[in-house]
Protein backbone atom coordinates (compact mmCIF):
# COMPACT_ATOMS: atom_id res chain seq x y z
CA UNK A 1 0.00 0.00 0.00
CA UNK A 2 1.41 2.90 -0.89
CA UNK A 3 0.21 6.93 -1.51
CA UNK A 4 -0.05 8.04 -5.18
CA UNK A 5 1.22 11.27 -4.71
CA UNK A 6 4.65 10.91 -4.35
CA UNK A 7 7.71 10.74 -6.36
CA UNK A 8 8.06 7.54 -8.66
CA UNK A 9 10.77 6.64 -6.36
CA UNK A 10 8.68 5.46 -4.02
CA UNK A 11 6.28 2.82 -6.20
CA UNK A 12 8.99 2.03 -8.26
CA UNK A 13 11.25 -0.28 -5.75
CA UNK A 14 8.30 -1.89 -4.68
CA UNK A 15 7.07 -3.19 -8.82
CA UNK A 16 10.49 -3.94 -9.21
CA UNK A 17 10.60 -6.62 -6.54
CA UNK A 18 7.48 -7.73 -8.18
CA UNK A 19 4.74 -6.60 -5.34
CA UNK A 20 1.58 -5.65 -6.56
CA UNK A 21 0.69 -1.60 -5.10
CA UNK A 22 -2.71 -0.25 -3.90
CA UNK A 23 -2.69 3.39 -4.40
CA UNK A 24 -3.79 5.32 -0.91
CA UNK A 25 -4.98 8.90 -1.65
CA UNK A 26 -3.20 12.08 0.45
CA UNK A 27 -5.13 14.36 2.86
CA UNK A 28 -5.65 17.63 2.18
CA UNK A 29 -3.86 19.01 5.08
CA UNK A 30 -0.53 18.41 4.51
CA UNK A 31 -0.55 16.00 1.32
CA UNK A 32 0.65 13.14 3.49
CA UNK A 33 -1.49 9.64 3.48
CA UNK A 34 -4.93 9.84 3.94
CA UNK A 35 -5.24 7.61 7.27
CA UNK A 36 -8.55 7.30 6.62
CA UNK A 37 -8.39 5.70 3.32
CA UNK A 38 -6.29 3.57 4.84
CA UNK A 39 -8.22 2.17 7.25
CA UNK A 40 -10.79 1.41 4.27
CA UNK A 41 -8.18 -0.16 2.47
CA UNK A 42 -6.81 -2.18 5.05
CA UNK A 43 -10.29 -3.49 5.65
CA UNK A 44 -11.04 -4.65 2.24
CA UNK A 45 -7.60 -6.23 1.51
CA UNK A 46 -6.80 -8.91 3.86
CA UNK A 47 -3.40 -9.75 2.26
CA UNK A 48 -1.35 -6.08 2.34
CA UNK A 49 2.64 -6.71 3.00
CA UNK A 50 3.71 -3.65 3.98
CA UNK A 51 2.15 -0.07 4.20
CA UNK A 52 4.69 3.28 2.91
CA UNK A 53 3.85 6.67 3.91
CA UNK A 54 5.94 9.50 2.69
CA UNK A 55 6.81 12.39 4.47
CA UNK A 56 5.73 15.41 2.01
CA UNK A 57 7.79 18.61 1.19
CA UNK A 58 9.11 17.32 4.94
CA UNK A 59 6.21 17.22 6.95
CA UNK A 60 5.85 13.94 8.55
CA UNK A 61 3.04 11.91 8.19
CA UNK A 62 0.98 10.60 10.86
CA UNK A 63 2.90 7.72 11.87
CA UNK A 64 1.32 6.85 15.38
CA UNK A 65 -2.21 6.31 13.51
CA UNK A 66 -0.35 5.03 11.15
CA UNK A 67 0.86 2.40 13.21
CA UNK A 68 -2.31 1.95 14.75
CA UNK A 69 -4.05 0.80 11.66
CA UNK A 70 -1.28 -0.88 10.67
CA UNK A 71 -1.33 -3.59 13.46
CA UNK A 72 1.33 -6.08 12.80
CA UNK A 73 2.11 -5.22 8.60
CA UNK A 74 5.73 -3.64 8.69
CA UNK A 75 5.21 0.40 8.37
CA UNK A 76 8.00 2.03 5.49
CA UNK A 77 8.67 5.85 5.89
CA UNK A 78 9.87 7.56 2.76
CA UNK A 79 11.87 10.21 4.61
CA UNK A 80 13.17 11.46 1.47
CA UNK A 81 12.44 14.87 1.81
CA UNK A 82 12.08 15.00 5.24
CA UNK A 83 16.07 14.51 7.00
CA UNK A 84 16.27 15.96 10.22
CA UNK A 85 13.01 16.70 11.19
CA UNK A 86 10.53 14.86 13.97
CA UNK A 87 7.42 13.68 15.11
CA UNK A 88 6.10 13.98 18.41
CA UNK A 89 9.82 15.06 18.87
CA UNK A 90 11.49 12.13 17.66
CA UNK A 91 14.07 12.38 14.91
CA UNK A 92 12.80 10.71 11.64
CA UNK A 93 14.75 7.97 11.09
CA UNK A 94 14.36 6.22 14.76
CA UNK A 95 10.75 5.56 15.16
CA UNK A 96 9.32 3.10 12.48
CA UNK A 97 10.18 -0.60 10.97
CA UNK A 98 12.18 0.97 7.83
CA UNK A 99 13.26 4.53 6.97
CA UNK A 100 14.34 5.43 3.50
CA UNK A 101 16.77 8.97 2.61
CA UNK A 102 17.20 10.22 -0.32
CA UNK A 103 20.27 12.36 -0.93
CA UNK A 104 19.88 13.80 -4.37
CA UNK A 105 20.73 17.20 -4.73
CA UNK A 106 17.55 18.71 -4.94
CA UNK A 107 16.65 17.42 -1.31
CA UNK A 108 17.32 19.44 2.12
CA UNK A 109 20.05 16.57 3.03
CA UNK A 110 21.80 16.34 0.02
CA UNK A 111 25.21 15.76 -1.87
CA UNK A 112 26.59 16.13 -5.58
CA UNK A 113 25.19 13.12 -7.58
CA UNK A 114 22.50 10.82 -5.58
CA UNK A 115 22.54 8.63 -2.56
CA UNK A 116 20.62 7.48 -0.24
CA UNK A 117 20.40 5.50 3.23
CA UNK A 118 17.94 3.10 5.05
CA UNK A 119 17.29 2.76 8.68
CA UNK A 120 15.88 -0.36 9.69
CA UNK A 121 15.11 -2.51 12.67
CA UNK A 122 18.19 -5.00 12.83
CA UNK A 123 16.38 -8.10 11.32
CA UNK A 124 16.17 -5.84 8.32
CA UNK A 125 19.57 -4.38 8.48
CA UNK A 126 21.57 -7.74 6.88
CA UNK A 127 19.11 -8.15 4.23
CA UNK A 128 19.60 -4.38 2.81
CA UNK A 129 23.11 -4.14 3.42
CA UNK A 130 23.51 -7.45 1.35
CA UNK A 131 20.96 -6.39 -1.44
CA UNK A 132 22.83 -2.95 -1.92
CA UNK A 133 26.00 -5.22 -2.81
CA UNK A 134 24.92 -7.96 -4.85
CA UNK A 135 24.04 -10.13 -2.11
CA UNK A 136 27.29 -10.72 -1.19
CA UNK A 137 28.43 -12.75 2.23
CA UNK A 138 32.01 -12.84 1.38
CA UNK A 139 34.10 -10.79 -1.36
CA UNK A 140 33.09 -13.50 -4.24
CA UNK A 141 30.17 -15.35 -2.31
CA UNK A 142 26.82 -13.89 -3.64
CA UNK A 143 23.75 -15.77 -1.76
CA UNK A 144 20.89 -13.84 -3.89
CA UNK A 145 20.76 -11.49 -6.77
CA UNK A 146 21.08 -7.66 -5.37
CA UNK A 147 21.73 -4.46 -6.66
CA UNK A 148 25.28 -2.37 -7.50
CA UNK A 149 24.01 0.59 -4.76
CA UNK A 150 26.50 1.23 -3.07
CA UNK A 151 27.23 5.26 -2.06
CA UNK A 152 30.87 6.35 -3.02
CA UNK A 153 33.28 7.40 -0.92
CA UNK A 154 33.19 10.70 -2.75
CA UNK A 155 29.71 11.26 -1.79
CA UNK A 156 29.47 10.25 1.91
CA UNK A 157 32.21 13.01 2.35
CA UNK A 158 30.38 15.79 1.33
CA UNK A 159 27.78 13.67 3.37
CA UNK A 160 30.22 14.18 5.83
CA UNK A 161 30.25 18.05 5.61
CA UNK A 162 26.40 18.26 5.03
CA UNK A 163 25.43 16.58 8.21
CA UNK A 164 27.17 19.08 10.36
CA UNK A 165 24.82 21.63 8.66
CA UNK A 166 21.73 20.49 8.57
CA UNK A 167 20.07 21.39 11.41
CA UNK A 168 20.84 25.74 10.55
CA UNK A 169 19.66 24.82 7.15
CA UNK A 170 16.40 23.15 8.99
CA UNK A 171 15.90 26.30 10.90
CA UNK A 172 16.81 28.43 8.23
CA UNK A 173 13.86 26.87 6.25
CA UNK A 174 11.28 27.41 9.01
CA UNK A 175 12.28 30.56 9.31
CA UNK A 176 11.30 31.56 5.66
CA UNK A 177 8.32 29.38 6.11
CA UNK A 178 7.25 31.70 8.92
CA UNK A 179 7.57 34.96 7.12
CA UNK A 180 5.92 33.13 4.04
CA UNK A 181 2.87 32.15 6.20
CA UNK A 182 2.56 35.33 7.63
CA UNK A 183 3.33 37.54 4.39
CA UNK A 184 1.71 35.56 1.54
CA UNK A 185 -1.72 36.81 0.14
CA UNK A 186 -3.18 33.11 0.38
CA UNK A 187 -4.65 30.53 2.69
CA UNK A 188 -3.30 27.27 1.15
CA UNK A 189 -0.39 26.81 2.45
CA UNK A 190 0.80 23.68 4.37
CA UNK A 191 -0.11 24.45 8.23
CA UNK A 192 2.21 22.40 10.53
CA UNK A 193 0.51 19.18 12.59
CA UNK A 194 1.48 20.18 16.44
CA UNK A 195 3.32 16.84 16.50
CA UNK A 196 5.14 17.71 13.50
CA UNK A 197 8.33 19.66 13.28
CA UNK A 198 8.67 20.46 8.89
CA UNK A 199 11.71 20.80 7.40
CA UNK A 200 10.11 22.31 4.46
CA UNK A 201 11.91 20.61 2.16
CA UNK A 202 9.61 22.37 -0.73
CA UNK A 203 7.06 25.46 0.79
CA UNK A 204 3.92 25.24 -1.58
CA UNK A 205 0.28 26.69 -1.66
CA UNK A 206 -2.33 25.46 -4.14
CA UNK A 207 -3.50 28.21 -6.57
CA UNK A 208 -6.27 28.03 -8.68
CA UNK A 209 -4.47 29.95 -11.75
CA UNK A 210 -1.11 27.63 -11.64
CA UNK A 211 -0.06 28.13 -15.31
CA UNK A 212 -0.51 31.99 -15.57
CA UNK A 213 0.89 32.47 -12.12
CA UNK A 214 3.79 30.30 -12.81
CA UNK A 215 4.70 32.12 -16.08
CA UNK A 216 4.31 35.76 -14.84
CA UNK A 217 6.07 34.76 -11.74
CA UNK A 218 9.02 33.18 -14.12
CA UNK A 219 9.08 36.43 -15.88
CA UNK A 220 9.98 38.52 -13.08
CA UNK A 221 13.07 36.22 -12.32
CA UNK A 222 11.10 33.65 -9.40
CA UNK A 223 11.48 30.14 -10.39
CA UNK A 224 8.41 28.01 -8.77
CA UNK A 225 8.29 24.44 -9.17
CA UNK A 226 4.90 22.05 -9.60
CA UNK A 227 5.62 18.37 -7.57
CA UNK A 228 4.17 16.53 -8.91
CA UNK A 229 1.75 17.68 -11.93
CA UNK A 230 0.56 13.61 -11.65
CA UNK A 231 0.07 11.18 -9.32
CA UNK A 232 1.78 8.26 -9.06
CA UNK A 233 -1.36 5.79 -9.91
CA UNK A 234 -2.20 7.74 -13.10
CA UNK A 235 1.39 7.75 -14.77
CA UNK A 236 1.70 6.32 -17.75
CA UNK A 237 3.54 3.08 -16.53
CA UNK A 238 1.10 2.49 -13.96
CA UNK A 239 -2.85 3.83 -15.35
CA UNK A 240 -4.17 2.18 -12.61
CA UNK A 241 -7.72 3.78 -13.46
CA UNK A 242 -8.00 4.51 -9.86
CA UNK A 243 -10.01 7.89 -8.63
CA UNK A 244 -8.17 9.43 -5.77
CA UNK A 245 -10.08 12.77 -5.10
CA UNK A 246 -7.40 14.46 -2.79
CA UNK A 247 -4.40 13.44 -5.06
CA UNK A 248 -6.01 14.62 -8.31
CA UNK A 249 -6.97 18.06 -6.80
CA UNK A 250 -3.72 18.36 -5.29
CA UNK A 251 -1.59 17.32 -8.46
CA UNK A 252 -3.92 20.45 -10.15
CA UNK A 253 -3.03 23.24 -7.83
CA UNK A 254 0.05 22.72 -6.16
CA UNK A 255 2.66 24.99 -6.76
CA UNK A 256 6.14 25.20 -4.71
CA UNK A 257 7.77 29.00 -3.99
CA UNK A 258 11.59 29.36 -3.60
CA UNK A 259 12.67 28.22 0.02
CA UNK A 260 16.28 27.09 0.80
CA UNK A 261 18.94 27.77 3.05
CA UNK A 262 20.91 30.81 2.47
CA UNK A 263 18.12 33.03 1.00
CA UNK A 264 18.52 36.66 1.80
CA UNK A 265 15.59 38.57 3.77
CA UNK A 266 15.54 40.97 0.39
CA UNK A 267 15.09 37.92 -1.48
CA UNK A 268 12.10 36.63 0.47
CA UNK A 269 10.37 39.92 0.42
CA UNK A 270 10.86 40.18 -2.81
CA UNK A 271 8.92 36.73 -3.59
CA UNK A 272 5.91 37.94 -1.25
CA UNK A 273 5.92 41.23 -3.00
CA UNK A 274 5.73 39.68 -6.67
CA UNK A 275 3.37 36.95 -5.54
CA UNK A 276 1.31 39.23 -3.86
CA UNK A 277 0.56 41.51 -6.93
CA UNK A 278 0.55 39.17 -9.05
CA UNK A 279 -1.61 36.39 -7.38
C1 LIG B 1 9.23 11.40 -1.90
C2 LIG B 1 10.49 10.90 -2.53
N1 LIG B 1 10.86 9.62 -2.32
C3 LIG B 1 12.00 9.12 -2.83
C4 LIG B 1 12.82 9.89 -3.60
C5 LIG B 1 14.08 9.22 -4.05
O1 LIG B 1 14.69 9.68 -5.12
P1 LIG B 1 16.03 9.05 -5.68
O2 LIG B 1 15.69 7.67 -6.06
O3 LIG B 1 16.31 9.91 -6.85
O4 LIG B 1 17.05 9.14 -4.62
C6 LIG B 1 12.47 11.22 -3.89
C7 LIG B 1 13.31 12.08 -4.76
O5 LIG B 1 12.89 13.00 -5.38
C8 LIG B 1 11.27 11.73 -3.33
O6 LIG B 1 10.89 13.00 -3.55
Known sequence: ???????????????????????????????????????????????????????????TCDWDTIKDIAGNIPVVQDAA????????????????DL??????????????????????KQNYIDKISMSRDHGRTDKYVHEFLGWNERLDSVQANVLNHMITKIDAHNKDRRRI????????????MVKTADWCENVYNQ???????????QTKL??????????????????????????????????????????WPLMTDDEIGYVIEKFNSIV
Open 99 to 120: TCFSFYPAKNMWCFGDGGAVVA
Open 203 to 213: YTVQVRNRSSL
Open 177 to 188: ASIYDKELNIST
Open 81 to 96: QSFGGRYKGKINGTYN
Open 1 to 59: MIPSFTFISTPEMASKLGLEIIWADCNKENYTIDTDHLAEILSLNKSVKAIVGVDIFGH
Open 218 to 259: KDVGIQTGVMWPLGCHAQPVYDSGDRLENTEHVTESILSLPC
